[in-house]
């Protein structure tokens, strides 16, 4: 691809391989986390549907993103006895209640395609671990401040609820619209790519580079420039 | 409590931990909509868990969109089939979900967890438990969907059945500490493969035999009898949710219960299987020993023993809650889209956009009528969520064409109010508008009211006096111009944005005015300028020396009459081109959009296009103009710009002077004689001096270019 004519944008063809290429790299070197898997979903039938059109999404679910992670838990040597609102008797020795007020946020992560920006797209959400949702004023207390502060408040990254084109539910999204442009930047400055020239293989790594600062993932930078 | 170090000691649990993915609330909430109803009998329920694998947070019991039956199934005998895979084990579930918030406190839940600690008692008599041993970690979910308000209240119970005496924990610690470096390694890969085939991945509970060689295989329960002859050495495994380094979890409660019944076993030595990214560890994984000595009595099928497992919340035992409106209630919904919309705005195209601004401004339209439509609509598409019509008519069957709130129902039996209908509509549009109707007649100079008729014209009077005082902005969007009259005193007395559409065949104006004579932004200076200015004819100016814009009557010389009588029928319908109005209107409130942004508000001068650039002009949103007249015959719109004239009927100060001496009587009098007004401005003075001298416009003060100049 020639950088200098290149657009940003991605094909919905490319995008499959950049998956592909994407969730290999990530097993590699980010080992820390699990591994992210591609979710196949049905062709929408009122689609403007080509064969090649993308049939899925990238998804990496029940993660924990933020500082809680380090945190020490204090719950664990507490085991109460618990009082009843059955009225059986209970035996109070037998059982260890974890009281569970740890509140520690887990992450859903997808990223899929947009056909009308021909740009990937973040999707997110965040929950505790019952299953209850975090707002996103929740979410911004959670997230590493520094970083993400500074990508909400530029001009490039600006984050949406919208419903998941998939799951027909709200989720919270990276808006798609500076993300042409500052992909194009991104690999005006990098080296390797002017030694390589943009290949698919290294867009998604690229991207989320970027945006996964928002929601506080960090992909270090080596990873960037492995063959 | 349970520490390894220590002998006989009651082995203690870890309770499982639930976990409901928003996704289940969804389709539960579907489920009873679409197919339900009011049917509460139990629904078959599929929950998924595996061995925990997180750092420092235990793997909970999870239901998904999935646990639930799909609406089109017909079986619900059955549970949901499993859907799971290596990290989703399925478990089955009964679901209790009731239709009030009392039943669902009243369930009897020592009952309900009876039912289900009898259902798992069965499978281990009858050995189903073992053929599949998923069914000892059965479960329980009682719940109440509210959907008016999108609360769900929740309780999971998870079944154990109590050994009686309660099991004591001879041992127990890390497995890579009780194994030996061969036989870890080899439980470890025999682990690993029985994690990764899909036949066993799914498999709970299971049988570790190792060899006299350290090799080491992973059976079926099934299988016990085979390796108990071998004489192999054997532990019981299953996979442990919880992360605790000193206490096994739930799931060996039934587990152990199983063993006894079944192989009476009195010394159990299990493992609690746990991983680590995937691959099993050895490290974070526990053996133990554990005895058990109940008696022969306890272990008859006909002996149900107790049971317990109605989870902790907290710390205590009660049942959770959880509000989703946030993310179901499609009111919530549609105002965070269109608060996404304007912030897009912002963020792509206009930095100093003042959201707050339009959320909170509250807007008086009076009239509710072609222009009075598509105002309204305008408004809600800026993010203003404060409107108030007012309109005494009805919707008649000609209207829906052309005033853009109403349909055909609006104007059956008679026809609704306008004022209301509108507000229902602008309600369905957007559920969280905070829209009212006012069915009343603005009192109108030229329409002589009757004396019995003087105390309700007198309230009409007040209301609107009291309506424009609680809003920041009025439209004057009625079909006669005399009708404008009062709306415009009472709002040149407070000076409140006001801005007027009036429609031609043709041609349409829209004008802000200007703000009243006795502004706050004037100090005594003023005061004193306009003292002197009241003997000529000067417009009155304000303390910066600029002269206030005019009103929708500065430029005329005859005082609002009655514009009614004595016209044609289609005069008395204000025909008009139909796009007039949605232009009209849209200038409209483009205008008070743009008042709302300049940091002169109402006393910004009025701006045309090709004005000398200076920095006052440099808003975000373009000029801001006073006058804007617009022809469709030309396709064309030019800006004027008009000062208050001194004997304006409407915001001369004389006027609004008059109204705050005499209030009430002195708007009675000026509605039954409409002569009266044009003697107190001197307008009846000026048009007879007008024709016995030429008067000559050029004063001391420094007016604008000629092109501002007032034109009629």
């Known amino acids: 691809m020639d950088i200098l004519s290149w657009d940003g944008t991605l094909s919905s063809g490319d995008f499959r391989l950049a998956a592909c290429a994407f969730m290999q790299k990530w097993k590699s070197v980010m080992s820390a986390f699990p591994p992210w898997s591609w979710v196949p979903c049905p062709k929408q039938p009122w689609g403007a549907s080509a064969s090649h059109d993308v049939e899925g999404y990238l998804s990496l679910e029940n993660i924990i993103l933020s500082c809680y992670a380090q945190e020490e838990h204090d719950e664990i040597s507490c085991p109460q006895k618990e009082e009843t609102s059955c009225s059986e008797k209970e035996e109070l020795i037998d059982i260890a209640t974890l009281s569970n007020c740890s509140k520690v946020p887990y ?121 | 409590m349970a520490a390894h170090d220590s002998e006989g000691s009651i082995l203690v649990f870890a309770q499982f931990q639930s976990k409901v993915d928003e996704g289940f609330w969804h389709r539960l909430s579907s489920l009873k909509l679409n197919k339900l109803g009011i049917d509460d009998s139990p629904i078959p329920i599929t929950g998924f868990y595996a061995p925990w694998s997180h ?83 059965r479960f329980l979910l009682i719940s109440f969907a509210d959907l008016k308000n999108w609360t769900f209240h929740y309780w999971f119970a998870f079944p154990a059945l109590v050994l009686d005496p309660p099991a004591t924990l001879v041992d127990l610690r890390r497995a890579s500490e009780y194994f030996s470096l061969e036989e870890a390694e080899s439980v470890s890969a025999a682990c690993n493969e029985w994690r990764n085939s899909s036949f066993t991945a799914e498999v709970p509970f299971f049988l570790v035999s190792i060899d006299p060689n350290s090799q080491a295989t992973v059976k079926h329960l099934k299988d016990w009898e ?55 560890d050895l490290g974070l994984s526990l053996v133990g020993e554990a005895l058990i000595t109940v008696s022969q009595g306890w272990r008859e099928h006909q002996c149900l023993p107790n049971a317990v497992g109605w989870e902790h919340n907290k710390g205590r035992q009660v049942s959770r809650c959880i509000n989703l409106a946030k993310s179901m209630d499609p009111t919530r919904l549609a105002i965070s889209a269109a608060d996404l919309n304007l912030k897009l705005m912002r963020w792509r195209a206009l930095p100093s956009l003042n959201l707050d601004a339009l959320s909170s401004i509250k807007c008086l339209l009076l009239g509710a009528g072609t222009l009075g439509c598509q105002v309204a609509r305008m408004l809600l598409a800026w993010g203003v969520r404060k409107i108030t ?47 009212e109707g006012i069915v009343m007649a603005i009192p109108m100079p030229g329409h002589p009211v009757p004396n019995h008729e003087e105390d309700s014209v007198l309230e009409d009077c007040r209301r609107l006096h009291d309506l424009i005082d609680s809003h920041d902005a009025v439209f004057l969007l009625t079909d006669t111009r005399e009708s404008r009259w009062l709306p415009t005193l009472l709002c040149a007395n407070t000076n409140k944005i006001t801005i007027t559409a009036a429609l031609g065949f043709d041609s349409f104006l829209v004008m802000r ?56 029928l289609d005069q008395q319908c204000t025909v008009t081109r139909p796009g007039l109005a949605p232009i009209a209107s849209a200038l409209a409130v483009e205008l008070l ?44 719109q030019m800006m004027l710009v008009g000062h208050s004239s001194n004997s304006c009927t409407a915001c001369s100060s004389t006027v609004v002077s008059e109204y705050q001496e005499r209030g009430m009587e002195f708007i009675i009098q000026a509605i039954n004689h409409p002569t009266y007004l044009e003697d107190l401005t001197g307008l009846t003075e000026l048009m007879k001096s007008a024709s016995s001298f030429n008067l000559d416009w050029d004063n001391e003060t420094d007016l604008e270019e000629d092109d501002d100049c007032v034109q009629v």
């Open chain 1, 107 to 227: 992450y859903d992560l997808h990223i899929i395609y947009s056909a009308s920006y021909r740009v990937p797209v973040l999707f997110f959400r965040a929950y505790y671990s019952d299953g209850e949702p975090l707002g996103f004023n929740a979410i911004e207390k959670d997230l590493p401040a520094h970083s993400a502060k500074a990508l909400l408040d530029s001009k490039w990254t600006f984050i949406t609820q919208e419903e998941h084109p998939y799951l027909n539910r709200p989720w919270f999204k990276l808006h798609p619209c500076g993300t042409s442009e500052w992909m194009k930047l991104l690999f005006h400055v990098d080296v390797s790519v002017a030694k390589n020239g943009v290949t698919i293989e290294l867009y998604l790594l690229s991207w989320l580079s970027v945006v996964g600062q928002v929601v506080g993932l960090r992909i270090p930078l080596e990873m960037l420039n492995q063959p």
């Open chain 2, 55 to 137: 750092p420092q947070v235990p793997n909970n019991l999870t239901l998904l969109a999935q646990s639930l039956p799909t609406e089109l199934s017909e079986q619900s005998s059955t549970a949901a089939t499993s859907h799971g895979n290596r990290n989703r084990c399925p478990v089955q579930g009964t679901l209790y979900n009731m239709n009030t918030i009392e039943s669902f406190h009243a369930l009897d839940k020592k009952n309900l967890l009876k039912e289900e600690a009898k259902k798992i008692w069965d499978d281990m008599h009858t050995g189903k438990a073992v053929e599949d041993s998923a069914l000892l970690s």
């Open chain 2, 226 to 280: 085979t390796c108990q002859s071998d004489g192999h050495k054997l532990l019981f495994g299953f996979y442990d949710p919880c992360h605790l380094p000193n206490n096994p979890g739930w799931p060996l409660r039934n587990f152990l219960a199983l063993i006894c019944v079944r192989w009476s076993l009195k010394s159990v030595r299990f493992l609690c299987y746990r991983e680590n990214r995937g691959f099993a």
């Open chain 2, 389 to 435: 019509l007012l309109d005494n008519g009805r919707v008649a069957m000609s209207n829906p064409l052309r005033q853009s709130l109403y349909t055909l129902d609006d104007c059956l039996n008679g026809g609704e109010f306008k004022a209301t209908a509108a507000v229902k509509s602008l309600t369905r549009i957007f559920p969280a508008v905070d829209a």
């Open chain 2, 513 to 568: 005015h200007g703000a009243g004579p006795f502004s706050s932004n004037h100090d005594f200076r003023a005061e004193a300028a306009n003292a002197l200015s009241a003997i000529g004819n000067v417009a009155r100016i304000d303390s910066d020396g600029r002269q206030r814009l005019g009103c929708y009557f500065c430029n005329d010389v005859i005082a609002p009459i009655d514009s009614t009588a004595n016209r044609t």
């Open chain 2, 593 to 636: 959009v743009g008042i709302l942004h300049h940091p002169q508000g109402i006393f910004a001068d009025g701006e045309v296009a090709n004005s000398s650039s200076n920095g006052s002009s440099e808003q975000p949103l373009g000029i801001l103009p006073h006058q804007i007249r617009g022809s469709l015959s030309q396709f064309s």
